[in-house]
């Protein structure tokens, strides 16, 4: 029974032999991954190519040209230091099937840097860690500019919404409206936490609809920070001369194959 190695029933012949094969299987494995680096970025759109070899120098740049983020690293290149994520809400939610209730678990995390940028993500997921997870990436790719205005005197850093702006999910409508320096934020203490990230410093607040729902409202208000550059001030009414895309200016270097 020795003589078939691996197969024998003999204490020796299973042991060397699926020591044999482990080792094997082991040193293969540990070749073949060793040169690469499971933690470097390799860019798939060509954003992500422009951003990682320095082209685009700031994430205002892909803001102004409107250009969607599909990858959650361009948003870590630019903000990796300053953003801070924080879990809103886990709450769980039910699907009736034929073998019964099936759970799972649905996560609101929001982002941001606390310097005019903010992010809002939600993943649903059979456990929660997953979900939180899912909701962070989503958080990322949702990244959109805050304006930040003054109330009164213009004089010192913008400190709180430019104009009354509102935003709008489900039957909760949420208005910021503008404070003087020192008022603080007025609000709820969600609604706190999403004005602090996104670098807001004073602010009322004002609510309709069913707030107890708490996706809905910090939704709501997620909509009504993004709605500040919609909003078009006059401030904002001097021309400014089009420049070209960073696709069209670096139309070159994206028109070389990529080197994986």
């Given at each position: 029974?020795?003589?078939?190695?691996?197969?024998?029933?003999?204490?020796?012949?299973?042991?060397?032999?699926?020591?044999?094969?482990?080792?094997?299987?082991?040193?293969?494995?540990?070749?073949?991954?060793?040169?690469?680096?499971?933690?470097?970025?390799?860019?798939?759109?060509?954003?992500?190519?422009?951003?990682?070899?320095?082209?685009?120098?700031?994430?205002?740049?892909?803001?102004?040209?409107?250009?969607?983020?599909?990858?959650?690293?361009?948003?870590?290149?630019?903000?990796?230091?300053?953003?801070?994520?924080?879990?809103?809400?886990?709450?769980?939610?039910?699907?009736?099937?034929?073998?019964?209730?099936?759970?799972?678990?649905?996560?609101?995390?929001?982002?941001?840097?606390?310097?005019?940028h903010i992010g809002l993500g939600v993943k649903c997921s059979s456990e929660v860690a997953?979900?939180?997870?899912?909701?962070?990436?989503?958080?990322?790719?949702?990244?959109?500019?805050?304006?930040?205005?003054?109330?009164?005197?213009?004089?010192?850093?913008?400190?709180?919404?430019?104009?009354?702006?509102?935003?709008?999910?489900?039957?909760?409508?949420?208005?910021?409206?503008?404070?003087?320096?020192?008022?603080?934020?007025?609000?709820?203490?969600?609604?706190?936490?999403?004005?602090?990230?996104?670098?807001?410093?004073?602010?009322?607040?004002?609510?309709?609809?069913?707030?107890?729902?708490?996706?809905?409202?910090?939704?709501?208000?997620?909509?009504?920070?993004?709605?500040?550059?919609?909003?078009?001030?006059?401030?904002?009414?001097?021309?400014?001369?089009?420049?070209?895309?960073?696709?069209?200016?670096?139309?070159?270097?994206?028109?070389?194959?990529?080197?994986?």
């Open positions: 029974m020795s003589e078939r190695g691996g197969f024998g029933r003999g204490e020796r012949g299973r042991g060397r032999g699926r020591g044999d094969r482990g080792r094997g299987r082991g040193r293969g494995r540990g070749r073949g991954r060793g040169d690469r680096d499971e933690n470097v970025w390799t860019p798939v759109t060509k954003l992500g190519r422009l951003v990682k070899e320095g082209k685009i120098g700031s994430i205002e740049e892909i803001f102004l040209f409107s250009i969607p983020v599909k990858e959650a690293e361009i948003i870590d290149y630019f903000l990796k230091d300053k953003l801070q994520d924080e879990v809103m809400k886990i709450m769980p939610v039910q699907k009736q099937s034929s073998a019964g209730q099936r759970t799972r678990f649905k996560a609101f995390v929001a982002v941001g840097d606390a310097s005019g997953t979900a939180i997870r899912g909701a962070i990436l989503s958080a990322k790719l949702n990244v959109a500019p805050v304006r930040r205005g003054f109330w009164g005197r213009k004089s010192g850093m913008p400190h709180t919404v430019p104009t009354k702006v509102t935003g709008k999910c489900g039957s909760v409508r949420v208005r910021l409206i503008p404070a003087p320096r020192g008022t603080g934020l007025v609000s709820s203490p969600a609604g706190k936490r999403l004005l602090s990230m996104a670098g807001i410093q004073d602010c009322y607040t004002s609510t309709r609809g069913h707030t107890r729902t708490m996706g809905n409202f910090i939704k709501a208000l997620f909509y009504a920070l993004r709605n500040t550059y919609g909003y078009l001030e006059p401030d904002l009414w001097k021309e400014n001369a089009l420049t070209a895309t960073p696709f069209q200016e670096h139309t070159d270097f994206l028109a070389k194959k990529q080197i994986k």
